[in-house]
């Protein structure tokens, strides 16, 4: 009792006062990532001079990656770094794709010569990238920021309910508001980077154009770096798989008639320091084998329970 009350004591749910840095980051995070990406295969067709069909392939390659390296994110967030370092690996990777999207669209040494400029001593008018531009484009700009994409869209949010008390109902309050500011910050930002952004990656210069998601990323990484971390909990991924290997262990057992629920275990006690609650338990699903234990423990596990209270 004494541990998890000093585990408590630990937890400083920092509230509104945090919401500039997490809102913020996110909010200046999307503008910036949605601005340099809804212009993406004009960009690598005009600048680049790819063919509309390479330039599909490679944004719908990157695209689907980084949607299911968001996976990776999650269980590397919960089991082992926390979401804070996790984020500030994401920031820091962002910002340098950012910035590497930006020196190619500004150095001419790392794209093609332009199709409009018609041939020169020799040279024809529409030249292809070189294995070196193609290599800098796809490692350090689509690499890095898949990267960084990957890891900030499965904790932002989740980081951001932790910093409000679940047990409390000002806690509980402030997490619906939460929601609703985080949305609509995401929104707003998805409309400037759609319409302005574009507009300057369009008609004024695509230098310009990229020099500005490259700002409000670094802008994004330097407002998170002012908020604070949650350390890790442990991976939902883990717990998953643990109760498909328990149910294919005790496939065999017979279930319970009647609710007897002596035979059913749902767990010890959740630690009171953890941020995340553990959800209730339902009887609508019908596959209990996973937390079945036999008679024999049964008589060991009540008797640890009753240590650990």
Not at 73 to 89: E, H, K, M, Q, S
Not at 264 to 283: M, Q, V
Not at 289 to 305: C, D, F, H, M, W
Request: hydrophobic share 45%; with cysteine.
């Amino acid at each position: 009792m004494n541990g998890a009350a000093e585990n408590q004591e630990e937890i400083k749910y920092r509230g509104w006062k945090a919401m500039p840095y997490v809102i913020g980051n996110e909010a200046f995070n999307k503008m910036g990532d949605m601005g340099a990406s809804a212009n993406l295969v004009v960009y690598l067709t005009t600048v680049f001079n790819m063919s509309s069909v390479s330039a599909a392939v490679v944004i719908s390659v990157w695209s689907g990656t980084t949607n299911m390296a968001t996976l990776l994110g999650a269980f590397l967030a919960d089991a082992y770094w926390g979401r804070f370092a996790t984020i500030g690996f994401a920031c820091i990777a962002a910002t340098l794709g950012m910035a590497a999207m930006a020196l190619t669209a500004t150095i001419p040494a790392l794209h093609p010569h332009n199709c409009s400029g018609g041939a020169v001593a020799g040279r024809p008018s529409c030249q292809e990238p070189s294995p070196g531009q193609l290599a800098f484009f796809l490692i350090l700009r689509l690499g890095l920021m898949g990267a960084g994409a990957s890891r900030i869209r499965p904790c932002n949010m989740a980081f951001g309910a932790d910093q409000f008390d679940p047990k409390t109902v000002a806690g509980k309050r402030s997490l619906h508001s939460f929601f609703n500011w985080y949305y609509f910050t995401c929104n707003v930002s998805l409309v400037i980077a759609l319409t302005v952004i574009v507009y300057v990656q369009s008609s004024v210069s695509w230098a310009v154009g990229f020099a500005i998601p490259a700002g409000l990323t670094l802008l994004s990484s330097a407002l998170f770096f002012m908020k604070y971390g949650v350390r890790p909990e442990g991976s939902p991924f883990t717990g998953i798989v643990r109760v498909v290997a328990a149910a294919f262990r005790k496939r065999r057992l017979r279930l319970p008639k009647g609710g007897a629920s002596a035979t059913l275990f749902f767990g010890p006690p959740a630690d009171e320091g953890l941020i995340n609650t553990r959800l209730p338990h339902t009887n609508q699903f019908r596959r209990n084998r996973a937390k079945r234990i036999g008679n024999k423990s049964l008589e060991a596990v009540q008797s640890a329970t009753s240590r650990r209270g």
